[in-house]
């Protein structure tokens, strides 16, 4: 099955501090994308990183980094630095492939509340 | 930065109705999306679409459902006769390729069916 699990259905942070949404995931593919998706209230889409299953170093964006344990099958994110404005729905997702087309399949989301 | 851009923004529709999302892809993008997210649900991949055909569709995306690029800049999603149950966030997205490339998101649509 190709399904990822977000099994923590909320956090909460106090602004300035670190905190990790954990993401697990099924594949059978030995390369593949991983993805963390933010949704604030407004409930856009917006691309947080993004991970190559080839690449052995952790992604990073700024604040945002990745702790990819490829054999366990984990991908979890962590923002440093909290800030009110991180406050949102974030969804882990991988990227599907089959032969040239690819879909993305999302985990059921955490909601992050930080507090000031 | 390029955008994916969506209207409306919000469409209030009487059920057994037909409806149409419209959608803007980043210019440079050949693969486009259609994903549908139910309040309180996760994301759900509906449609791909590639060289002017569905690429891939997943079961939600039934008869009633058709999506159409009937231009060079706008990709539409209708549905025929709508249902309660479609009620829910709609998502377009595009990406360069289809392999591998990540996908840009517009800022939904939001479908309410009375």
């Known amino acids: 099955a190709q399904t990822v699990t977000q099994s923590q259905p909320e956090m909460s942070v106090q602004e300035a501090e670190t905190v990790t949404l954990s993401c697990t995931y099924d594949?059978?593919?030995?390369?593949?994308?991983l993805f963390w998706y933010k949704q604030p209230p407004s409930r856009q889409m917006i691309l947080v990183i993004r991970?190559?299953?080839?690449?052995?170093q952790n992604a990073t964006e700024n604040r945002f980094s990745v702790n990819f344990q490829k054999a366990a099958k984990s991908f979890s994110l962590k923002i440093s630095d909290s800030q009110l404005g991180d406050t949102a729905m974030y969804f882990c997702?991988?990227?599907?492939?089959?032969?040239?087309?690819?879909?993305?399949?999302f985990g059921k989301g955490i909601t992050l509340s930080v507090r000031p | 930065e390029p955008e994916v851009t969506q209207t409306p923004s919000h469409q209030v529709t009487q059920m057994g109705q037909e409806v149409i999302l419209r959608c803007v892809p980043i210019?440079?993008?050949?693969?486009f999306y259609w994903y549908r997210q139910i309040l309180g649900q996760k994301v759900e991949f509906l449609v791909s679409?590639?060289?002017?055909?569905?690429?891939?569709k997943s079961e939600i995306f039934d008869d009633q459902f058709s999506v159409e690029r009937p231009d060079g800049s706008n990709f539409t999603l209708k549905i025929r006769s709508t249902k309660l149950e479609d009620s829910a966030m709609y998502f377009c997205?595009?990406?360069?390729?289809?392999?591998?490339?990540?996908?840009?998101f517009g800022d939904g649509t939001r479908l309410s069916i009375l």
């Open positions: 210019s440079n993008h050949l693969y």
């Open positions: 594949t059978s593919e030995n390369n593949y994308y």
């Open positions: 997702a991988r990227l599907v492939r089959s032969g040239a087309n690819s879909k993305l399949t």
């Open positions: 997205a595009s990406s360069v390729w289809g392999e591998n490339q990540p996908q840009h």
């Open positions: 991970q190559e299953a080839y690449k052995q």
């Open positions: 679409f590639y060289n002017n055909e569905i690429s891939e």
